[in-house]
């Protein structure tokens, strides 16, 4: 029922519980390295940019063609699924913005009907303007499905990339 060293043989019950712990008070204790020190902040434009994500069952990036301050342009995110995974084509995709300095967006939300979606694509256009030249950042969140013909993922994934302005 109780270990050799508890059980009570004419001694007493804790001299087994003093033994052991005399044994191990000399024992080293365990050294936790040092946490390392969180990246510093940086300012918008030149935050690191998370433009494409590779995962299990999908592929997503953000890209967009040479923008010229003044003028409207347009970014597009790309969702592949990979297989045995499809699109949901009756999923309402779907990319919310975040404000970005320098950047104007036509809407904080971008919906289903700026995109094509097929079973293995779905490309979906923000319109936006840069207002100056420089360097700025358009980032936001893109909410997607992929599904298998067993179940279906729902996915949010963020997404940003640095713009520089003409």
């Known amino acids: 029922m109780f270990p050799l060293a508890l059980r ?16 191990c008070a ?3 204790t365990p050294q936790t390295p040092p946490a390392a020190e969180p990246a510093p902040v940086a300012n918008d434009a030149s ?5 494409h994500v590779v995962e299990d069952g999908f592929e997503l990036s953000i890209r ?20 045995p995974f499809k699109c949901n084509d009756k999923y309402p995709y779907k990319f919310t913005t975040k404000a970005s300095d320098g950047l104007e967006l036509s809407a904080p939300v971008v919906t289903r009907d700026q ?6 694509r779905v ?3 923000i319109p936006f303007k840069a207002t100056q030249t420089g360097a700025h950042t358009l ?28």
Do not use: N, Y
């Open 47 to 51: 935050e690191s940019t998370t433009d």
């Open 139 to 166: 980032s936001g969140q893109f909410a997607f499905s992929i599904c298998t013909s067993d179940q279906c993922r729902i996915e949010k994934r963020d997404l940003s990339l640095r713009i520089d302005a003409e």
């Open 8 to 23: 009570s043989r004419g001694r007493a019950p804790w001299l087994g519980l003093w033994l052991l712990f005399v044994a």
């Open 26 to 28: 000399g024992a080293p």
């Open 64 to 83: 967009t063609s040479e923008v010229k301050a003044g003028s409207e342009a347009t970014a597009e995110v790309e969702l592949l699924s990979k297989k």
């Open 115 to 120: 995109a094509t979606i097929s079973h293995d």
């Open 123 to 125: 490309l979906m256009k």
